[in-house]
Antibody
Framework: EVQLVESGGGLVKPGGSLRLSCAAS????????MNWVRQAPGKGLEWVSS????????YYADSVKGRFTISRDNAKNSLYLQMNSLRAEDTAVYYC???????????WGQGTLVTVSS | AIRMTQSPSSFSASTGDRVTITCRAS??????LAWYQQKPGKAPKLLIY???TLQSGVPSRFSGSGSGTDFTLTISCLQSEDFATYYC?????????FGQGTKVEIK
């Protein structure tokens, strides 16, 4: 069974940093691209970043480019999102999701809440 | 970035109804269109990808159609568990973008 479990969310002050993790199991992690998608409270979904299976290709939304860094450790079956210079508008539930063979996100984690507030 | 516009933003329907949600892209995206269902407090669930391919395990009452700029999600016979918010997403080019969502409520 495919499982994705996010962790690392919490309360952080504006300008602060946070590192999210996503532990994957139930599939060959090193064979799949992975994504981060976020959802602000009461709002819609926003794609944040994607990374290819070998980390060769990385993409970011303009809203986080230069502040967030996506990475992965295939030996540890883990996906990461380093978030720096956090702003109030980064407050959201952050989901990690697996990119399917022909679909953008076929499995999702339960999400982790990041709150940026003084 | 490609803008995705869903309509309507919300509506009320009854169990057994046939419902259709539309999604329009600001430029052509071929068939690189996915649909998700999200219930309160839960992660989104993939329903359809490649505009019309049903994800494994998704009931056949869900169907998708369209290509280019105009797409539809149809639920042929609405069930109680289908009351949720639905999102379309283009993955034709980065940055991937979602529609604003369509909330289907009980009449």
């Amino acid at each position: 069974e495919v499982q994705l479990v996010e962790s690392g969310g919490g309360l952080v002050k504006p300008g602060g940093s946070l590192r999210l993790s996503c532990a994957a199991s139930g599939f060959t992690f090193s064979s799949y691209s992975m994504n981060w998608v976020r959802q602000a409270p009461g709002k819609g979904l926003e794609w944040v970043s994607s990374i290819s299976s070998s980390s060769s290709y990385i993409y970011y939304a303009d809203s986080v480019k230069g502040r967030f860094t996506i990475s992965r450790d295939n030996a540890k079956n883990s996906l990461y999102l380093q978030m720096n210079s956090l702003r109030a508008e980064d407050t959201a539930v952050y989901y990690c999701a697996r990119e399917g063979a022909k679909s953008p996100s076929d499995y999702w984690g339960q999400g982790t809440l990041v709150t940026v507030s003084s | 970035a490609i803008r995705m516009t869903q309509s309507p933003s919300s509506f009320s329907a009854s169990t057994g109804d046939r419902v259709t949600i539309t999604c329009r892209a600001s430029q052509g995206i071929s068939s690189y269109l996915a649909w998700y269902q999200q219930k309160p407090g839960k992660a989104p669930k993939l329903l359809i990808y490649a505009a019309s391919t049903l994800q494994s395990g998704v009931p056949s009452r869900f169907s998708g159609s369209g290509s280019g700029t105009d797409f539809t999600l149809t639920i042929s016979c609405l069930q109680s568990e289908d009351f949720a918010t639905y999102y379309c997403q283009q993955y034709y080019s980065y940055s991937w973008t979602f529609g604003q969502g369509t909330k289907v409520e009980i009449k």
